[in-house]
């Protein structure tokens, strides 16, 4: 019984590993271009010495942080720090404003108090249903912020939400857990941009 068990999750553990593979590889055609143009504007914004806030939850919210302390610290290659507020770490502000007004706001409300027109908001949302990250989104357009969004399952009302100004990376799947390992490679992919042509890196 022991044995048979083992092996069902030896099996189990090797079809997520193909399954996330073949999830990167299928999309690597569809997503690379929307990257790309990504890491540009991101470029452009931090050269105009703009900064990039970051906002998720969950799993999400661990993905806006590793970015933030990537662009903060390093990445790959030794260069200057780079502007980067993840919206998730202050739990006196995020507690204050779920407290007061209501969890919903607990971004948005970082977004209209830090966000500036040459400021880029990353909002990351597997789903793209979140409603705190949908109201982030509103206020950076109110503040003429340009928005990346990085989604799976079709972008939900964040899609909606995007106009021409803005970058959607969505990861073409359902499954939550395939949706997050595919964001951390695309985040992965924006710092190597951001570095390969703000200081050159080799290949």
């Known amino acids: 019984m022991a044995y048979n068990r083992a092996m069902d999750l030896i099996a189990r553990i090797t079809r997520h590993f193909y399954e996330s593979a073949q999830l990167k590889t299928s999309l690597a055609q569809e997503l690379a271009a929307p990257i790309a143009m990504a ?5 452009q914004c931090l050269l105009a010495e703009g ?10 919210a661990a993905d806006a942080q590793h970015f ?18 993840a919206l998730t770490t ?21 977004v209209q108090a830090l966000g500036q027109a040459r400021d880029i908001l990353l909002a990351i949302s597997t789903s793209g249903e ?5 109201a982030a989104v509103k206020a950076a357009h109110d503040r003429d912020m340009v928005v990346i969004a990085l989604t799976g399952k079709g972008g939900g009302k964040l899609a909606d939400l995007l106009t021409g100004s803005d970058v959607h990376l969505s990861v073409n799947a359902q499954s939550t857990a395939r949706i997050q390992e595919v964001h951390i490679l695309v985040l992965h992919c924006l710092c190597d941009a951001i570095d ?7 290949e």
Do not use: H, W
């Open 68 to 85: 933030a302390a990537e662009l903060l610290n390093r990445f790959e290659v030794e260069r200057p720090p780079l502007a980067a507020i």
């Open 51 to 60: 900064k990039i806030l970051v906002c998720g939850n969950g799993g999400s």
């Open 130 to 134: 979140s409603p705190n990250v949908v």
């Open 90 to 110: 202050d739990s006196s502000t995020l507690t204050s404003i779920a407290n007061d007004y209501q969890y919903e706001l607990i971004f948005s409300k970082q």
């Open 39 to 43: 890491g540009e504007r991101m470029v």
């Open 196 to 202: 390969s042509i703000l200081v050159g890196v080799d």
